[in-house]
């Protein structure tokens, strides 16, 4: 375990010094002053809407707004915040993927292909030792992603006096744990293939060409449905959007199917390592 926690450290030191890493994460922070100004503008529009109609009806003799013209004012700032709210979430996610695949596809490959593996190897290190401490080295570096993304869209809410949306609750946990899978499916992967080619397989893996919305071969009744990992239901841009109360059982379950796809992926990698030839 002391073994496994001093490559996981070194793993997370020489990812803080990523460039690309870095770059990514501080994105989520300037996605949250981007996201501030463009909702803040929204906010002014539609209040100068509001004053404007406000206004004419003091002109026309009625000094009050209809119950009517304020409920849809009120939905209208609801729609801009949920759409809001979904985007950044949307963006965040995407991002949180392409640093996910960047870091568990390159994390074995390419110390083969520098060839330090070897050296690390030499010393009182297993090939499960060094896998394993590889990967926890890089779920720490997602978790902090998670954490940043997650108080940025606090500081966004905050910002705005917007109330999130029930769903955010459990959305950047869903998220970490979608990042999760797709990067154990990356780190299997790049142990066959050149890790560019494993982010993009690894990406595309997901069942959902396969539900049963396809047709012919791509339907539900095709055997990779069951084998390949489903992604959609960690996906919850559309609950964000419409305001749905996510099921906190439903989080549960879906953590436990994430940690089973997670070991899976990493029992066959550990083989898959054990077995492979250091060039």
């Known amino acids: 375990m002391k073994t496994i926690s001093l490559i ?3 793993t997370i030191r020489a990812l803080l010094h990523h460039r690309l890493v870095l770059g990514l994460m501080l994105a989520s922070l300037a996605l949250t002053t981007v996201f501030c100004m463009l909702f803040s503008k929204a906010k002014i529009q539609m209040s100068e809407t509001f004053m404007d109609q406000a206004a004419t009806n003091s002109l026309t003799g009625t000094n009050q707004l209809s119950e009517v013209d304020r409920l849809k004012f009120r939905e209208q700032m609801e729609m801009a915040s949920s759409g809001f709210q979904s985007a950044f979430y949307g963006i965040a996610s995407f991002g949180g993927s392409l640093v996910a695949l960047f870091i568990f596809s390159s994390a074995i490959a390419s110390e083969i292909r520098r060839g330090t593996i070897r050296l690390t190897l030499s010393k009182p290190v297993s090939r499960t030792q060094f896998l394993l401490g590889r990967y926890c080295g890089g779920l720490v570096v997602m978790a902090g992603y998670a954490l ?11 910002s705005q006096g917007l109330e999130l949306s029930p769903a955010m609750k459990f959305a950047p946990w869903l998220m970490f744990c979608r990042q999760l899978m797709l990067g154990s ?35 539900r009744y095709n055997p990779l449905y069951a084998i390949l990992p489903d992604y959609s239901d960690f996906n919850l841009m559309r609950q964000v959007y419409s305001g749905t109360l996510v099921n906190a059982k439903d989080v549960a379950f879906l953590s436990l199917y994430a940690a089973d796809v997670v070991i899976i992926m990493l029992l066959l990698a550990i083989w898959r390592f054990r077995t492979k030839e250091l060039v």
Do not use: E, K, R, Y
């Open 8 to 10: 996981a450290g070194d």
């Open 148 to 158: 940043i993304a997650s108080g940025a869209m606090l500081l966004f809410a905050q």
């Open 185 to 219: 499916a990356a780190m299997l992967l790049s142990l066959f293939v050149h890790p560019i080619v494993a982010s993009v397989l690894a990406f595309f893996s997901g069942n959902g060409l396969f539900s049963s919305a396809g047709h012919g071969l791509l339907s």
